[in-house]
């Protein structure tokens, strides 16, 4: 009995050692848990930075480092030859407390026993922290529409006029331009995000601008004749190239030839003469065939002004050629006519000045 009344204390004495071996245990896994509390556990990751064992302030300084200043650095957008830089902070803005909250979310979801086996045990309870930002996408399009408004024009045509000293003067045409705004506000979205920011060491978007192509552009222009009365010379060119001159006989101080911007209306070959039955043609038939007999030749390029051609005649005129002598028409030896009649085609334009 005795011997078994010893055995019941030791027992008790153990159990009691025991317990409170257990007691003092527990104690310390709490107090140990609570002090570290603020420690990021193992195996948390924010876009490449490890986060394990860093407490809040060393959090925080990792999420401005690796997060926040790349996202807020200035980024250069190009379009049309120009260059503006945006500052993100106009758009964009980073939620560090999400971020924080992200680092401390495994310890927070794990049991006490998991932190604990986790810390004894060294497993991770790993977690990858994803930025958190958020764009405004209304102050992007407002930025965008600025924007487009500098880009944004309307293509001019190429024109063509008689230059100084009875040239052919071309001006160019300039190509419009239109900015995509929807493409625009999505790449520049996407430039904005947090894997553009922190992959790249500039930051530059290029804006999509659709180049808008004139209808009339300087190759367009071919064939124009230049007549100088005062020369009694006809220029033609192609383009703004001199290719050959000719002599005329412009109108007399009494039937002048006119002067302007014109056109050829008509080409007619071996056309019969019709009689105007003005005071300088009254002792002349009312019709004369074509041929070279014809007092306009057989060759005759008309203009959008009544009357009025560029014209051969007959051998009996063809002193004429040189001097004002015509009643309007612009006389031409009949070689030279026809290798014009020959070069031009219907809508060149004609451009007669003194």
């Known amino acids: 009995m005795e011997a078994e009344s010893k055995s019941r204390k030791v027992l008790v004495v153990v159990v009691s050692v025991l317990l409170l071996l257990l007691s003092a245990a527990s104690v310390w896994a709490v107090v140990s ?12 990751t924010l876009v490449g930075h490890d986060l394990t064992g860093m407490n809040g302030a060393q959090v925080k300084t990792t999420i401005e480092d690796a997060v926040s200043t790349p996202m807020m650095r200035p980024v250069t957008v190009t379009g049309d030859n120009k260059t503006w830089v945006l ?42 922290v994803k930025p958190a930002f958020s764009v405004d996408t209304s102050v992007a399009t407002a930025w965008i529409k600025h924007t487009a408004a500098a880009i944004n024009r309307k293509p001019v045509d190429a024109t ?12 160019p045409a300039v190509y419009g331009a239109s900015l995509d705004q929807t493409k625009a506000l999505d790449e520049l979205s996407q430039a904005l ?14 804006l999509p601008v659709n180049s808008i192509r004139p209808k009339v552009l300087q190759s367009s222009f071919k ?23 000719y002599a005329i006989a412009p109108g007399q101080p009494a039937w002048p030839t006119p002067k302007g911007d014109f056109k050829i209306v008509t080409k007619q070959a071996n056309a019969p003469w019709y009689n105007p039955h ?46 004002h002598a015509s009643h309007g028409c612009m006389r031409m030896l009949p070689s030279q006519v026809h290798d014009l009649y ?6 060149d334009p004609v451009f007669i000045r003194e």
Not at 102 to 126: F, H, N
């Open 223 to 245: 064939m124009a004749i230049v007549v100088s009365l005062s020369q009694c010379r006809l220029r033609l060119y192609n383009g703004t190239k001199l290719i050959k001159t």
């Open 193 to 206: 995000t947090a894997d553009a920011a922190i992959a790249t060491t500039s930051r530059v978007v290029s």
């Open 342 to 347: 020959a070069r031009v085609s219907i809508g």
């Open 278 to 323: 003005s005071t300088w043609s009254a002792s002349m038939p009312d019709v004369i065939p074509g041929g070279p007999g014809n007092p306009m030749g057989d060759r005759k390029i008309g203009i959008n002004y009544p009357g009025v051609f560029m014209h051969g005649v007959p051998p009996g005129e063809y002193g004429s050629i040189g001097s």
């Open 160 to 171: 063509r006029s008689a230059a100084p000293h009875y040239a052919i003067r071309i001006t």
């Open 33 to 44: 848990d609570y002090l570290t509390r603020d420690i990021v556990t193992k195996g948390v």
């Open 87 to 128: 500052d993100p902070k106009q758009v964009v803005s980073v939620d560090v407390g999400s971020m924080f909250k992200q680092a401390y979310a495994p310890r927070r979801s794990a049991t006490l026993v998991t932190r604990l086996a986790s810390r004894i045990a060294g497993r991770p309870l790993a977690a990858d």
